[in-house]
């Protein structure tokens, strides 16, 4: 039940292509879902963030998609860039615990 | 503002040593969130300390084991080391245990047990 299952493991899109990255969760006491992206060699990054209160936030390319009767959410990248190549995570928490259960990771190859 | 800073960077043990790893959070955080980083097993939490308490605890053995000092540093300690203990340890801080506060990683320690 605390599991965050994320898909597809790796994605390859070309340069101003549209990155979907999907993820799913079971334990219905999560109620903050953060994306991170990290770069070889370096700690993971917040990108951007949700609540279950509200269904779709957008942060410049980035943006979450949050479907709570169906217990998932998606992170969209428009107009991917080179730049965006890195390994993404989904992760969930709860309030009473700030411990994040991350999904296993997605590897993003935006070809030039 | 510095970020986190994760001591050693790299680190190889053998068998049945133990190993210590530092955290320094960002100044003014007083919650530290501990990470292992494994490609099999991919993120998992370890454990979270706020204000030198242990506040959460993840699915891992005893051999885990963790502290945070009155300057909100923190350590973590393995002992007696397993092959399988061969990951990326991440450790993460934030300014308060609030759900929605930001944790901010550090470049993790990587550590390899022959």
């Known amino acids: 039940q605390q599991q965050v299952k994320q898909s597809p493991q790796s994605l390859i899109v070309q340069k101003g292509g549209i990155s979907i990255i999907n993820c799913a969760y079971e334990n219905t006491a999560f109620d903050y879902f953060p994306w991170y992206q990290q770069f070889p060699g370096k700690g993971p990054a917040l990108l951007i963030a949700?609540?279950?209160?509200?269904s779709e936030k957008k942060e410049g390319r980035f943006t979450i998609s949050f479907n709570k009767s169906a217990k998932q959410f998606s992170l969209h990248i428009m107009d991917s860039q080179p730049g965006d190549s890195a390994t993404y995570f989904c992760a969930a928490s709860t309030s009473n615990t700030g411990k994040l259960i991350f999904g296993q990771g997605t590897t993003l190859q935006v070809k030039p | 503002k510095a970020g986190v800073t994760q001591t050693p960077r790299y680190l190889i043990k053998t068998r049945g040593q133990q190993v210590t790893l530092s955290c320094s959070p960002i100044?003014?955080?007083?919650?530290v969130s501990w990470y292992q980083q494994t490609p099999g097993q991919g993120l998992q939490f370890l454990f979270e300390y706020f204000s030198e308490t242990q506040r959460n605890k993840g699915n891992f053995p005893g051999r885990f084991s963790g502290r945070q000092f009155s300057n909100s540093r923190s350590e973590m300690n393995v002992s007696t080391l397993e092959l399988g203990d061969s990951a990326l340890y991440l450790c993460a801080s934030s300014l308060e245990r609030s759900r929605e506060e930001t944790q901010y990683f550090g470049p993790g320690t990587r550590l390899l047990v022959l």
């Open positions: 949700i609540r279950p209160d509200v």
């Open positions: 100044s003014g955080h007083r919650s």
